[in-house]
C-alpha cells in the first residue's frame, strides 16, 4: 500500500507517536485522516485533511460510533496506549487489567469494528504499534510487556484471519521513542518520527512485521536462544 490519497484513522492521535503518523501521512499525501482521541479537543492539527473524532479504547459504544461516523477508512492505524508502571505482583490489579483492556481488547474491538469497513473499501491495511517488550519484561514494565506480547500474537492472529478480505495487517515493533510517555525513561531513544516513517515504507513494500530500531532488533535475534544470557545482557543494559 502506498498511504498517497489513502483514507486513514489514527488512534491515540493528540500526542507521541500517534501524532507523528498523522503528520507523516500528511506529508505523504493522504487523502484524509481521521484524528481521535479520548479529548478530541486537544487535537490541533491546521490541514483541512484532519477530521478531529473521539475514539475511546475503553468504550465499545465509542468505538462502534467511530466506525459510523468513518465508513470510508482503507488505513487504520492503532497507535493509542499507555504504560502505568505496574508490577504484576505487587502492583494495583485495576491497573494490570487497564493494559490489557487497553492493548489488547480495546485495540482488538478497534479492529472488530473497522474490518467490515477496510472489506467494503477494498481490503486496505491495518498497522498495530507494537513494541520490543512484546518479546522481553523489564523491571517497572511487567504489565505493559504482558499486554504488548499479547496485542503482538493478536495482530498474528487477526491477520491470518483478515488475509481472506485482503487486508494487510502489519506489526510495527520499537523500543524506547522520545514521547511524553517515555519521560522518565534515561536509556537511548529515538525520534518519534522514524516509527511512521518505517511502517509506511513497509508498507509500500508489503511488510506484515517493521523492526524500526537497532534495540528491537537485538531483542528479536535473542528470542530463539537461551533466555537466561539475554536476560543478563538486558539486566547490565538497564542497570
Given at each position: 500500500?502506498?498511504?498517497?490519497?489513502?483514507?486513514?484513522?489514527?488512534?491515540?492521535?493528540?500526542?507521541?507517536?500517534?501524532?507523528?503518523?498523522?503528520?507523516?501521512?500528511?506529508?505523504?499525501?493522504?487523502?484524509?485522516?481521521?484524528?481521535?482521541?479520548?479529548?478530541?479537543?486537544?487535537?490541533?492539527?491546521?490541514?483541512?485533511?484532519?477530521?478531529?473524532?473521539?475514539?475511546?479504547?475503553?468504550?465499545?459504544?465509542?468505538?462502534?460510533?467511530?466506525?459510523?461516523?468513518?465508513?470510508?477508512?482503507?488505513?487504520?492505524?492503532?497507535?493509542?496506549?499507555?504504560?502505568?508502571?505496574?508490577?504484576?505482583?505487587?502492583?494495583?490489579?485495576?491497573?494490570?487489567?487497564?493494559?490489557?483492556?487497553?492493548?489488547?481488547?480495546?485495540?482488538?474491538?478497534?479492529?472488530?469494528?473497522?474490518?467490515?469497513?477496510?472489506?467494503?473499501?477494498?481490503?486496505?491495511?491495518?498497522?498495530?504499534?507494537?513494541?520490543?517488550?512484546?518479546?522481553?519484561?523489564?523491571?517497572?514494565?511487567?504489565?505493559?510487556?504482558?499486554?504488548?506480547?499479547?496485542?503482538?500474537?493478536?495482530?498474528?492472529?487477526?491477520?491470518?484471519?483478515?488475509?481472506?478480505?485482503?487486508?494487510l495487517v502489519q506489526g510495527v515493533l520499537l523500543g524506547a521513542a522520545d514521547t511524553d510517555m517515555m519521560d522518565g525513561y534515561d536509556g537511548p531513544k529515538i525520534d518519534a518520527r522514524e516509527v511512521p516513517r518505517a511502517a509506511?515504507?513497509?508498507?509500500?513494500?508489503?511488510?506484515?512485521?517493521?523492526?524500526?530500531?537497532?534495540?528491537?532488533?537485538m531483542v528479536k535475534a535473542s528470542v530463539s536462544g537461551d533466555p537466561a544470557p539475554f536476560y543478563e545482557k538486558i539486566?547490565?543494559?538497564?542497570?
Amino acid at each position: 500500500m502506498n498511504v498517497t490519497q489513502q483514507i486513514a484513522l489514527v488512534s491515540g492521535a493528540n500526542r507521541g507517536i500517534g501524532r507523528q503518523f498523522v503528520l507523516e501521512l500528511l506529508e505523504r499525501g493522504v487523502g484524509k485522516v481521521y484524528a481521535t482521541a479520548r479529548r478530541p479537543e486537544t487535537l490541533d492539527f491546521d490541514d483541512a485533511r484532519v477530521v478531529p473524532l473521539h475514539l475511546d479504547l475503553l468504550d465499545h459504544a465509542s468505538v462502534i460510533a467511530a466506525a459510523e461516523a468513518a465508513p470510508d477508512v482503507t488505513l487504520l492505524i492503532n497507535s493509542a496506549g499507555i504504560s502505568s508502571g505496574a508490577q504484576l505482583v505487587t502492583g494495583d490489579l485495576a491497573e494490570i487489567r487497564r493494559e490489557m483492556d487497553t492493548h489488547f481488547w480495546g485495540t482488538l474491538d478497534v479492529i472488530r469494528a473497522f474490518s467490515p469497513v477496510l472489506a467494503t473499501n477494498g481490503g486496505g491495511a491495518i498497522v498495530n504499534v507494537l513494541s520490543a517488550l512484546s518479546w522481553f519484561a523489564s523491571p517497572g514494565a511487567g504489565a505493559y510487556a504482558a499486554a504488548k506480547a499479547a496485542e503482538w500474537n493478536m495482530t498474528n492472529g487477526v491477520r491470518l484471519e483478515l488475509a481472506s478480505q485482503g487486508t494487510l495487517v502489519q506489526g510495527v515493533l520499537l523500543g524506547a521513542a522520545d514521547t511524553d510517555m517515555m519521560d522518565g525513561y534515561d536509556g537511548p531513544k529515538i525520534d518519534a518520527r522514524e516509527v511512521p516513517r518505517a511502517a509506511f515504507d513497509g508498507l509500500a513494500r508489503g511488510e506484515i512485521e517493521v523492526i524500526v530500531d537497532d534495540w528491537t532488533a537485538m531483542v528479536k535475534a535473542s528470542v530463539s536462544g537461551d533466555p537466561a544470557p539475554f536476560y543478563e545482557k538486558i539486566t547490565a543494559l538497564l542497570g
